[in-house]
């Protein structure tokens, strides 16, 4: 895995970059949040209206338009009032919808797009990296920024459309006082600034400890046959409950500071509203200006500066969001080492020849498990790979299915190195049958299905009666309507393996690789799956990886590796013959030693 050059831009900007295909969206998101603050701010200009007309009468703002009659003041006063409030109510009800809309779009996008790019990235990403901590990019850190775009954006815009405006209402009416009521503003965004330097890191880290937090759910739910077993429970608890209160203690130091902005802001505030209404109102008893105005101005100051009281609430979702935004983009930047060819093999035209030729390869930690290793596989042949645990046995097998790119050598397919063929149809013309069976929480028939997804009912009971599947599936509650729940843990580890089986014959790939496919069952299931066996590699090339010998000895090729190298090759009776590494195996499975030392 590798990541590209850290983008050292403020988050915002890297969000802002993403969400381009928005830009209409969020233009008109906007332009309904500063029409509706508008009208919003409007009331208590009317207000001014009114104490004009009630105290200047004739001399009133209606009447030097011409209105003099003070009924008819009051009248247009109230449609005017009875617009804007509609206006308002308007545009609040259009600008919530389409923010909330937007947020709930850009949180199906990205999170869409992170988990098809995480799909993407090679296998070995998979294996540094916890389950738990994915889901919380995947679902928490998603939904932190689903929060701040539902309703601390809105505010942000909000909160600035009422600056703007009331600070230019402001110095059209007594710009001899106005700056009293801007002298707040630039020490709010000062002091605003400077908690976001103090609280980014405390919210970064918060996010941080609940990836380890969701690991360790993760982690001992799947694990929860093991932590009864050992009657663990308890062990268990004690370990989330260290865990959780980390997150706990992380979450208390960012609520403090974060807690602290709003009063520190309100006791700033505070100082503009008195000065603005003391001011303004020796200006009325100087007849500077006028009661109305004086009105508009009390008004509008606390408009202008009491929304800004908000900005503690709102601050902090940006800057949770913002430390989520942080980890989504990290992650949608992270590049797969495993990328395609240019050559496309469509499964139809697939042989089934592969080679292993002159292969090393080393794990990212630089332990080299494959030291130089030659293997020819005929297409259409059965070929075995055997060795004790450690030999590199799994490795060859992911090389094969390009999971990782070989150190130095090629891995050819009819031919053609991997790493020239397209990733899609390498896997494509190749079925897997792996001793860890993963089943999906679904039915049988979906599980079956799956990678075929247009398989016809007839297809998959066929399938299932190759694989020797169909006679427990039918004894099952639904049967082929059955559901195995997670990982299908409703079927025996046997019944998991013959659908696994089951999926593979769907598929009818060129190859076929079998991983360990028997080694967790018992003879019964072993012989069933056997015949079942004896049944598909016909016509296929056939790849065997087995740690019992009985399930290879009629490959046409036996593979012994030992340390990732090759010791040894040939038939089953070759390798007796040879009387090397593979026959002191066979004689170790099949008790001829114990025998013998018994005789002695």
């Not at 004086?294 to 949770?320: A, C, K, N």
């Not at 247009?454 to 639904?478: G, P, R, V």
């Amino acid at each position: 895995m590798t990541a590209k050059a850290q983008d050292q831009r403020h988050p915002f900007i890297r969000l802002l970059d993403y969400a381009s295909t928005y830009k209409r969206r969020i233009g008109i998101a906007t332009g309904y949040s500063v029409l509706g603050k508008i009208f919003d701010i409007a009331p208590p200009a009317l207000i001014g209206v009114a104490v004009d007309i009630v105290v200047e009468q004739q001399d009133s703002l209606l009447g030097r338009m011409g209105i003099t009659d003070l009924t008819m003041q009051l009248v247009v006063l109230g449609i005017v009032t009875l617009i804007i409030w509609i206006l308002e109510s308007a545009f609040e009800y259009a600008q919530r919808v389409y923010w909330r809309n937007l947020a709930q779009s850009m949180q199906h996008d990205l999170r869409v797009d992170a988990y098809d790019h995480i799909q993407n990235l090679e296998l070995g990403y998979f294996e540094d990296q916890s389950t738990g901590g994915l889901m919380a990019v995947l679902n928490d850190d998603i939904n932190q920024l689903e929060r701040f775009l539902d309703v601390g954006a809105n505010d942000v815009i909000q909160v600035t459309t009422t600056v703007i405006v009331i600070g230019g209402i402001f110095f059209f009416i007594a710009p001899s006082v106005a700056w009293m009521a801007a002298i707040p503003i630039p020490i709010i965004i000062w002091g605003s600034m400077r908690f976001q330097k103090m609280l980014g890191p405390r919210y970064s880290d918060v996010r941080e400890q609940v990836s380890l937090l969701n690991h360790q759910l993760s982690n001992s739910l799947s694990g929860i046959a093991t932590i009864k077993s050992f009657t663990a429970e308890e062990h268990e608890v004690e370990r989330l409950r260290g865990v959780s209160n980390e997150y706990l203690e992380r979450n208390r130091k960012a609520i403090r500071l974060s807690s602290a902005f709003s009063p520190l802001i309100r006791m700033v505030i505070v100082s503009g509203f008195i000065a603005i209404t003391i001011a303004g109102g020796q200006l009325v008893f100087d007849g500077v200006l006028a009661v109305g105005a004086y009105s508009v101005l009390v008004f509008m100051t606390q408009r202008l500066l009491w929304p800004l009281t908000r900005l503690g609430e709102t601050f902090d979702q940006y800057q949770r969001a913002m430390a989520s935004t942080i980890r989504i983009l990290n992650l949608l930047g992270i590049e797969s080492q495993i990328n395609d060819g240019g050559t496309a093999l469509p499964v139809n035209n697939v042989q089934g020849l592969m080679t292993v030729d002159n292969v090393k390869f080393a794990y990212s930690d630089g332990r080299e498990i494959i030291k130089g290793l030659n293997l020819d596989i005929p297409a259409g042949d059965t070929v075995a790979i055997v060795g004790a645990t450690g030999a590199g046995k799994s490795t060859v097998i992911k090389l094969l299915l390009r999971y990782y790119d070989v150190t130095s050598g090629r891995v050819t397919l009819d031919g053609h190195d991997l790493r020239d063929l397209n990733l899609g149809d390498i896997r494509s013309a190749i079925g897997l049958v792996s001793q860890d069976v993963f089943l999906f929480h679904g039915t049988v028939r979906e599980n079956i299905a799956y990678g075929t997804f247009n398989a016809c009912d007839e297809d998959i009971i066929e399938a299932a009666k190759i694989a020797e599947a169909h006679e427990f599936i039918m004894m099952l509650s639904n049967g082929y309507d059955t559901i195995v729940g997670e990982r299908g843990q409703k079927l025996s580890g046997g019944q998991r393996q013959r659908l696994s089986i089951a999926r593979a014959v769907l598929k009818d790939p060129p190859i076929l690789i079998l991983d360990e496919a028997t080694s967790s069952v018992d003879n019964e299931t072993e012989a069933a799956i056997q015949r079942s066996l004896e049944k598909i590699v016909v016509g296929r090339t056939t790849i065997m990886i087995a740690h019992r010998l009985s399930t290879v000895r009629n490959a046409d090729m036996i593979y012994v590796l030992q340390e990732g190298t090759l010791r040894e090759n040939g038939t089953h009776e070759d390798l007796l013959r040879v009387n090397g590494l593979y026959a002191a195996l066979w004689r170790v499975q099949t008790g001829e030693r114990m025998m013998l030392e018994a005789g002695d």
